[in-house]
C-alpha cells in the first residue's frame, strides 16, 4: 500500500485518507490506481457499509498532480490511455466506480479544488470545515472539468452556481458552499472528524439494504422525466425489501427502542 493512502475499517466504516500534505494532497498516478484498487475493495467487503474520505494537513484535496497527472492523461496522452481515464475518471469514484451503493461520505478540512472538488462532488455527501474552500480552477489551466465536476455542479447546486464557480475559476467558502447545497453540513474544524464520523453512524442504524436501494435510485432517476422517475422509485422500493429485516425493524419501532427514534440524537448514545 502507498504511504500517501492510509485505509483502515473500524466499526463497519472504511477510512479513506488522502497522506500527502507537502502537495496539499495532489493525485498522481500511483495514488489513482491504488485510490481504484481501495474502492473495489470497499465495495465488495461485506464487514464495511459506509466510507469516509478524507484528507491531512490543510487541504482536502488540490487535485491532480499537474506534473504527472496532465502530461500523461492530456499533453503526451495515447489514444489507449484516453480510453483508460474516460472508463475510470478520476480517483474512480468521480466515473468507472461511480455505482458503489454503498454510502461515501467527504470530510472536507480545508481546500478542495479543482478535480478535488470533482472527488468530493462524486462523494455522496460532504461535510466541511469552517475553515474549507472549494474551487473549480480548471479554466485557469487551459481547460474545464472532464470528471463529472460540471454535470454534478449542475445535478446538486443549478445551473447559477456550476457557471459561477466554472467560469471564474474562484473559490467559495464553507458558508458559501453550504448555501450552495454544495456541502451537507459546515462544522467548527475541531469537530469535523466527529460530526463526520455521526453521519456515518446515523446511516449505519439504518436497513443498509434500504439505503444501498436508495442511492441506486436517486442515481438512476436523475434527469429522467416524471414518468420514469416515479416507476423507478416505487419498483426499487419494492425490491429492496427484506421481509424478515422489515418485521424486525417494525417490531422495534412498535416496542419504541429503534435507534434514533423521533429524531433522537446519536450523539447521545
Known amino acids: 500500500m502507498l504511504k500517501t493512502i492510509r485505509y483502515q475499517k473500524r466499526d463497519r466504516i472504511a477510512f479513506v485518507t488522502l497522506d500527502r500534505p507537502e502537495a496539499k ?19 465488495d467487503d461485506d464487514a464495511v ?16 498532480d499537474l506534473r504527472t497527472w496532465v502530461p500523461a492523461n492530456y499533453v503526451d496522452a495515447t489514444p489507449s490511455r484516453v480510453r483508460e481515464i474516460v472508463d475510470l475518471g478520476f480517483g474512480g469514484i468521480t466515473r468507472g ?10 470530510s472536507i478540512n480545508g481546500w478542495a479544488l479543482a478535480a478535488g472538488l470533482e472527488l468530493a462532488l462524486a462523494c455522496d455527501l460532504r461535510v466541511a470545515s469552517e475553515r474549507a474552500m472549494l474551487g473549480s480552477f480548471e479554466a485557469r489551466r487551459g481547460f474545464h472539468h472532464g470528471d463529472g465536476g460540471i454535470v454534478r455542479l449542475v445535478n446538486t447546486c443549478g445551473v447559477g452556481v456550476a457557471m459561477q464557480l466554472v467560469l471564474t475559476a474562484e473559490p467559495v467558502d464553507a458558508q458559501r458552499a453550504l448555501q450552495c447545497n454544495l456541502v451537507t453540513k459546515v462544522v467548527p474544524h475541531d469537530r469535523l472528524d466527529e460530526e463526520t464520523e455521526l453521519l456515518a453512524r446515523q446511516i449505519l442504524r439504518n436497513s443498509q439494504r434500504a439505503v444501498r436501494s436508495a442511492k441506486e435510485t436517486i ?9 420514469d422517475q416515479l416507476r423507478t422509485e416505487a419498483w426499487n422500493s419494492y425490491t429492496c425489501l427484506d421481509r424478515d429485516e422489515a418485521r424486525t425493524l417494525l417490531e422495534k ?4 427502542e429503534d435507534a434514533g427514534r423521533a429524531g433522537g440524537s446519536l450523539a447521545k448514545r
Not at 97 to 106: C, G, Q, V, Y
Not at 253 to 256: A, E, N, P, T, V
Open 25 to 43: 494532497n495532489a493525485i498522481d498516478l500511483e495514488m489513482h490506481d491504488e485510490l481504484c484498487r481501495i474502492w473495489r475493495d470497499f465495495r
Open 49 to 64: 457499509d459506509v466510507a469516509i474520505l478524507s484528507g491531512t494537513g490543510d487541504s482536502f484535496c488540490a487535485g491532480a
Open 97 to 106: 466506480l461511480h455505482r458503489i451503493h454503498k454510502p461515501i461520505i467527504a
Open 219 to 227: 442515481l438512476e432517476v436523475i434527469g429522467k422525466g416524471l414518468d
Open 253 to 256: 419501532f412498535y416496542q419504541k
